[in-house]
């Protein structure tokens, strides 16, 4: 039976399934990097680091990069038109902000013109990072969001909102966060951010009814996990 969670082999690709050609993804592109760093070093903030930043000296550093793997094929024929969207979109961004003008209008949509091809493809990226940021937490590969990020579906199920922030000098990668319905267990929206030197990416997926009782069945574990983090928090 088909279900919307699927189990992911590490040593498979965690976008398709595929074992061919593996390689490791890059959370912050080489061109996005070189664009705020040239070739020295950034400053970095990662999970738990709270306000002590570390220093990345290059995108070889461990900090930049998923645990999970993508095969050579959704690395380059389905998602390369994704990444070179986002960096066109970073740029112009990148631009807003040294000007001090607005990122966004009053409804949170970029205030950057783009075909109806490239605002797809944009969304395809953060769907290709969220797939990789859930396989890292230990979650299953959700078919909605895999699907969109290779191009198999254009239906886009991911919510995207850019702001600017506080932190110019600081490369901040978030972690996997789920939000929950009341006090219960069902996970409604699972998300997280990227800030890059003052421009904050907030990505996140809505789940359906169905996902999140399938996902509560299925790994319960990730459930516990998140809701024992948030309880934590508070």
Known sequence: MKTSVEEID???CVLCGSAEKLSGEHKVKASI??????SGAAYFLGKGDCFRPKIAQSLKSKEYHFDSKICATCNSDRTQNADRAF?????????????????TDSSYRPNYRVSLDEERDIFRYFAKLLCCYIADS????????????IGM????PINLKISSDGFSDIIKMGEVEFAFQGGGRTVTQIQ?????????????FSLGIFESAE??????EIVDRALSEMKSIE
């Open 10 to 12: 590490p040593k498979r």
């Open 33 to 38: 990097f070189k664009l705020e760093n040239g």
């Open 87 to 103: 960096h066109n979109l970073h740029v112009h961004m990148r631009k807003l902000y040294d000007a001090g003008k607005p990122l």
């Open 138 to 149: 230990g979650g299953p590969r959700l078919t909605r969001i895999a699907s969109y990020a």
């Open 153 to 156: 579906s254009n239906l886009n």
């Open 192 to 204: 997280t951010t990227h800030n890059l030197k003052g421009i904050q990416y907030h990505f996140s």
């Open 215 to 220: 996902l509560d069945c299925f790994y319960p």
